[in-house]
């Protein structure tokens, strides 16, 4: 006999005797455990407790280079994925896993929500636009530029009105930029809003939301200025860039060009924090010109 | 308070003014500061072209005797200058002033600081240093630019009337600087004669090296001339390629040597004597190598023989004795990043020391940060300096989130609490983009009473000193020139 | 070997190789079916990172069934050369992708390895590669075959004419295969499923072709694709094969369930050697296809494209003329949509010739899965741009028999003229002959059934 038969045996004994003591009938039983236990396998290599890490494209991987130094200056120029050889015509292993990696992170962030734990620690309630579920909402973009009706009534219960600044966190194509740019940029705009002396309303989170959601919003509470941080469309692993829309009184008429608009917030971008003190600059330029957007640049 | 421009861009005009030990001139150029982001809201400045406008002529370095300069005569020297290349004073909006060489040695160094800084509105102004010289020479001459887009370390020799100053690029940034006393005019001839007018004291120790016997007033051989300039021509060889000099070359170094952790692979040489490295000239009488008054034709000739020799071919610099100039002109000139939280009237400040407490990375805690900043500031501050303002140099926080900078931001502000009450502005450089939440966060927990520079994505190293110009662009950017003081770094 | 994986600080942790070599999986329905599939993007990927660093000899020591308990296991590593596999088991799957797509590595190079690798190691090595690796590497693996025609030869493509009858009747089935020859289609083989099972059809319509194909004097193969039992009783009562041709799976029990297992491929292969009335030496044809096992349920929980890979494995030692999949037959069940029927042609074509078979593919569907002729026309187009021995060939597209949908004359005679390739060359001399074919393209004779009736 055989190990894998030998072993068996043994599971099977040793079930069936426990079994027995609960009292559960051990044919049928049997029958089960043994349809798992003849596809199950045992592993003979010695497996390793090591985890095995994602290929790092930050160096090359160029085999004897005409010149080492041009190659690290060349990476450092940008994060395009540039100088990581071929295999024959084709990409690298280690290349084309990284991208798949890349590619099922971004996915990833487009498809998850925000978490209720996230929300909490950020102190932020949240509300609902009207598409229904994240299918809807990226395939009817209307639906997420309108506020449910139970988000109107939220934020007027929970916000003050008349404010100066308006600050809406929206998740948009990428929960995950969510989630890693707010905690930095947060403190850092209600810092300095509020140093400059700048009336600030309650800050909240909307879900399943576009950007013209801010229209709403601002018309809502009467705000001067919203601003809006909304997640980018997620490129390849870079599923953490996030953009700040700022707009001076919007109202049924704004168009896009009333807007202004900072993208590329990300630690590899500008880092929140530092577009966090940039921004409440801006504010405090559109609250003394009384403008956004293209009206803002002419004043 | 910073304003958003469309396409953003502005044209400067700024001047570069070179006082050296032989020779003074000034270089006019026109500079275009662009937006280089222009879709962004958030502006990034960058020297996007360099054109210049006017090259003055060559003057002699008017002095009195060897020992003072004629402060006065240089002032005309630019006036005159302004003059033919049409220029106001007015309309010049930045630039540097840099003394170099033996003149920055003499006593009237002071004197000429007050003399020209009218001529350059709010100008930086440079003191010498010979690591400066060789930065800035290296810079004009086009060897940093050659090692960065060559990938290849360069080093420039300046050679100039008094010293020779060499600089080591790596990718466009000084890898190391080293200075030795040995220039074209160390010794000086009647013209187009054989009799030595002046032996200046490396001269003397050349020529007692080699035993032999001359003096002023006496007559010299060619082969003699020769010798002599092969010597010389030696001794700067020795520097590139032993680095740990010893003999004659040593007593001649007036910096350092240079470090020995990196491997040169191409050779420039620039200065006055440059055009004789790179000619067919040969010394063919005494007569014809005094046509100058001076060694530099056959010291040239001596370099090229010397690297040939040694099997090392150079590489011909973009600008030869103009090197110097040119780079006070345009290269002294950095233009910070586009976040700066600065109070207005405070600036230009001179001659900035710069420290740099956290060679190993800023700590995560306030406390800890405190700690090793107090420490630095007293170091600083017991070796006397207590006139100059002091700019703490960083890399970049501990990590870029807001809770970080925050405390950094505390940090910094309990270490320098004494600093501050002495109504010293408190001067941030610091290399990652932060420049602008540091900048907030600090001036939250100094309140209003003190005078803030935060000024980000600029690298300054330990031993730099920096001046920090008036705003331009609308306040956007400030000009900071990077520069070594002369002796700070004495053998 | 490591078996844990960290994706965006996500770690996985995998138990088995064949785990692993299931998760690793492209989305199949038929291994979501199962339950092995990746239960999301970020393990999909931890599984081919792992993958792409197993060595082949753990591969190798972890059979997804085990010896002692499957004849398809057994087969494959009684049949594998050892000295070859000795002096590669040191690489890891993701070298192995990288030897196959170097410039230097031909294809006589990868025929060569392929008899020192397993099929579990073919199967892994697919699953790490892109679809566009698959085409360029199928491109260079070109194994020859010889019946009464030559199959693989460079820069040809061959086809099938396939004119099934819902009732069998033999002149809609001429008919049919008429048509077909019209087009250029046929030269791999002329292969009728009998909706009767039974010996006297078989040797009949066997019978009829092989007339037929003499008396025009047709350079290739007939065959009729009962159960080999049967084609094998129709020999013996005297009727011309040339190849006989069997459906056979990546387990035993399918196998059993087919009701073919080794020794009686061996008969049969014997058979054909001896009464077979093809030149040879390949006298056999096999079809294939993902999730056949599923279907049965006599997958033993392994996922179905290593499965399919080991039909090749138990395929190789017959040394067939002729191997196809027929992937998207089953249903949505095992392979869902269009674009799973895309990604398993191209896996199957790339493991097929990797085994050394002289591979076809039949990119079909059926009605009851989200697919449509224009996903067909994809899957074709890149198997023969990956150079796919043959395809089908059924009247527009439609086989009315089997009631599903496969490639068309019309579609064999378009992926010639697109890509430039032409009949085997035996039977191109016959079209031009038959003045249907005149420097490898149709004549306007071409599509006009009755010229046999002229």
Redesign the interface.
């Known amino acids: 006999m055989t190990v894998s038969n030998e072993m068996e045996k043994a599971i099977i004994e040793s079930v069936l005797q426990e079994l027995s003591k609960r009292g559960v009938n051990p044919a049928a039983a049997v029958e089960e455990k043994v349809k798992n236990v003849v596809t199950q396998e045992k592993t003979s290599s010695e497996v390793s407790d090591e985890i095995i890490d994602m290929p790092d494209i930050t160096k090359h991987w160029i085999p004897e280079p005409a010149n080492e130094e041009a190659l690290e200056a060349m990476k450092k120029s940008t994060n395009a994925r540039i100088g990581l050889y071929r295999a024959g015509t084709r990409q690298k292993t280690d290349s084309l896993i990284r991208f798949l990696a890349d590619h099922a992170v971004a996915r990833d962030a487009v498809f998850m929500d925000v978490s209720d734990e996230f929300l909490q620690k950020m102190n932020l309630f949240g509300v609902s636009c009207v598409a229904a579920d994240k299918e809807e909402f990226l395939t009817k973009p209307n639906l997420g530029m309108k506020l449910s009706d139970e988000a109107v009534q939220t934020i007027k219960e929970k916000c003050e009105s008349n404010i100066q600044v308006q600050i809406v966190i929206v998740d948009g194509l990428s929960s995950t930029a969510i989630e890693r740019n707010i905690p930095d940029i947060l403190p850092a705009l209600t810092q300095g809003l509020k140093a400059a002396g700048i009336k600030v309303g309650t800050p909240f989170f909307v879900k399943n939301g576009r950007v013209r959601v801010m229209d709403q919003i601002g018309m809502l509470l009467n705000a001067e200025v919203v601003l809006e941080l909304v997640g980018e469309r997620p490129g390849l692993g870079t599923a953490e860039s996030m953009s700040a829309y700022l707009i001076y009184k919007p109202s049924e008429k704004t168009v896009e060009a009333d807007r202004t608009m900072i993208s590329n917030i990300h630690r590899r971008g500008t880092p929140p924090a530092e577009a966090g003190a940039q921004i409440v600059d801006l504010v405090k330029q559109m609250l003394d010109k009384k403008a956004s957007g293209i009206k803002l640049n002419k004043a | 308070m910073i304003h958003i421009g469309e396409a953003g861009h502005q044209k400067i005009i700024s001047v570069g003014i070179d006082i050296g030990t032989t020779t003074t001139q000034l270089v006019m150029s026109r500079l275009t500061i662009k937006n280089s982001s222009p879709g962004a809201v958030i502006p990034k400045m960058d020297i996007t072209d360099k054109e210049i406008l006017y090259r003055s002529n060559i003057h002699i370095t008017p002095i009195n005797e060897h020992l003072l300069i004629d402060a006065h005569q240089v002032k005309k020297i630019i006036e005159a200058e302004y003059k033919l290349a049409g220029v106001k004073k007015e309309a010049v909006e930045t630039g540097a002033v840099i003394i170099t060489g033996e003149t920055a040695k003499k006593g009237n160094a002071k004197n000429i600081l007050e003399a020209t800084a009218g001529f350059a509105g709010d100008f930086v102004v440079a003191t010498a240093g010979v690591n400066l010289e060789s930065i800035l020479a290296g810079k004009g001459s086009g060897a940093a630019k050659y090692s960065k887009e060559n990938h290849k370390i360069v080093a420039n020799i300046d050679v100039g009337g008094g010293t020779s100053n060499i600089g080591v690029f790596k990718g466009g940034r000084t890898l190391d600087t080293a200075c030795i006393n040995i220039g074209g005019h160390l010794i000086e001839l009647e013209k187009h004669s054989d009799k030595i007018t002046y032996i200046s004291d490396p001269a003397r120790l050349v020529i007692n090296d080699m035993g032999l016997q001359l003096g002023v007033g006496e007559r010299v051989t060619q082969s003699q001339l020769i010798q002599i300039s092969k010597k010389m021509a030696e001794a700067i060889l020795e520097t590139i390629t032993k680095r740990k000099v010893a003999g004659l070359a040593q007593q001649l170094m007036m910096t350092p040597p240079l470090k020995e952790d990196y491997k040169i692979e191409k050779v420039m040489i620039s200065g006055g004597v440059a055009d004789y490295v790179y000619s067919d000239y040969r010394p063919v009488s005494v007569t014809d190598i005094t046509k100058y008054g001076d060694m530099g034709p056959i010291l040239g000739w001596a370099i090229q023989e010397a690297f040939k020799k040694e099997g090392i071919q150079l590489a011909k610099p973009a600008e030869t004795i103009r090197a110097t100039v040119i780079g006070a002109g345009i290269h002294s000139l950095e233009i910070s990043g586009s976040t700066i939280h600065v109070n207005s009237g405070t600036l230009p400040l001179r001659n900035i020391t710069v420290i740099s407490p956290f060679p190993e990375g800023v700590p995560e805690k306030a406390a800890d940060i405190a700690k090793l900043l107090k420490n630095q500031v007293d170091r600083i501050t017991v070796q006397d300096i207590t006139e100059q303002n002091l700019a703490i140099a960083l890399k970049e926080p501990y990590d870029m989130s807001f809770n970080s900078v925050n405390e950094l931001a505390h940090g910094i502000f309990e270490a320098m609490e004494e600093y501050i009450t002495q109504k010293k502005p408190l001067i941030i450089v610091i290399e990652a983009d932060c420049g602008k939440v540091l900048g907030q966060c600090l001036s939250i927990i100094a309140k209003a009473s003190n005078e803030l520079i935060c000024i980000d994505q600029i690298q300054v190293d330990e031993g730099d000193y920096i001046d920090i110009g008036k705003p331009v662009m609308g306040g956007r950017v400030v000009p900071v020139v990077v520069k070594t003081l002369v002796f700070e770094k004495a053998k | ?8 600080n996500n ?1 996985f942790t995998f ?4 785990e692993v070599l299931a998760k690793a999986n492209e989305e199949k329905s038929g291994d979501i079916l199962v339950g092995i599939a990746a239960g ?3 393990e ?2 931890a599984a ?3 993958l ?2 197993m060595s082949l000899e ?1 591969i190798y ?2 059979p ?1 069934i ?1 010896y ?2 499957d004849e398809v296991t057994r087969l494959i590593y009684d049949t594998l050369n050892t000295s070859i596999y000795n002096k590669i088991k040191g690489k890891t799957v ?2 192995l ?2 030897y196959i ?3 230097e ?1 031909t294809g006589e190079d990868l025929l060569h390895i392929s008899r020192g690798l397993t099929s579990e190691m073919i199967a892994a090595v697919a699953k ?1 590669m ?1 679809n ?2 698959l085409v ?1 590497a199928s491109k260079k693996i070109r194994p020859y075959a010889h019946c009464n025609t030559t199959i693989g030869v460079s820069g040809t493509l061959a086809f099938r004419n396939q004119p099934n009858h819902p009732t069998d009747d033999i002149n809609g089935i001429i008919a049919s295969m008429k048509e077909g020859l019209t087009f250029g289609s046929g030269d791999a083989v002329i292969g009728i499923n009998p909706v009767e099972d039974n010996a006297e059809n078989t040797a009949y319509m066997l019978k009829t072709v092989k007339e037929f194909m003499e008396k025009w004097e047709i350079p290739t193969q007939n065959c009729v694709l009962a159960h080999v039992s049967t084609q094998m009783k129709a020999m013996e009562k005297g009727a011309p094969v040339d190849l006989l041709f069997q459906s056979i799976a990546g387990t035993q029990k399918t196998n059993e369930a087919f009701g073919v297992d080794a020794a009686l491929l061996d008969d049969a292969l014997a058979l054909a050697i001896l009464q077979g009335t093809g030149t040879g030496p390949n006298v056999m044809y096999f079809e294939t296809g993902q999730g056949s096992e599923v279907s049965l349920n006599a997958h ?2 392994v996922d179905e494209m290593t499965l399919e890979s080991r039909t090749y494995g138990f395929g190789r030692k017959y040394r067939p003329f002729m191997v196809n999949n027929v992937s998207g037959f089953i249903g949505p069940e095992t392979i869902y949509d269009g674009r799973e029927v895309i990604r398993a042609d191209l896996e199957d074509l790339f493991m097929g010739k990797f085994h050394g078979l002289p591979m076809g593919i039949a990119p079909c569907y059926t009605n009851h899965m989200k697919a449509d002729q224009n996903d067909q026309e994809i899957g074709s187009m890149l198997c023969a741009m990956a150079g796919a021995y043959f395809f089908m060939g059924v009247p527009g597209g439609d086989d009315v028999m089997l009631n599903y949908q496969d490639t068309s004359y019309h579609d064999d005679a378009t992926l010639r003229e697109i890509l430039g390739l032409r009949p085997l060359p035996e039977f191109e001399k016959w079209l031009e002959k038959m003045g249907l074919m005149e420097n490898g393209r149709l004549t306007k004779k071409a599509g006009d059934p009755s010229i046999f009736d002229k």
């Open positions: 070997m490591k078996l844990k994986a960290n994706i965006y770690v138990k088995t190789v064949k999301s993007s970020s999909r990927v081919k990172l792992v792409s660093r753990d020591e972890n997804v085990p002692e308990e993701g070298e992708r990288e797509l170097d410039l590595t790490i892109s566009m690796d360029y033993c929980g």
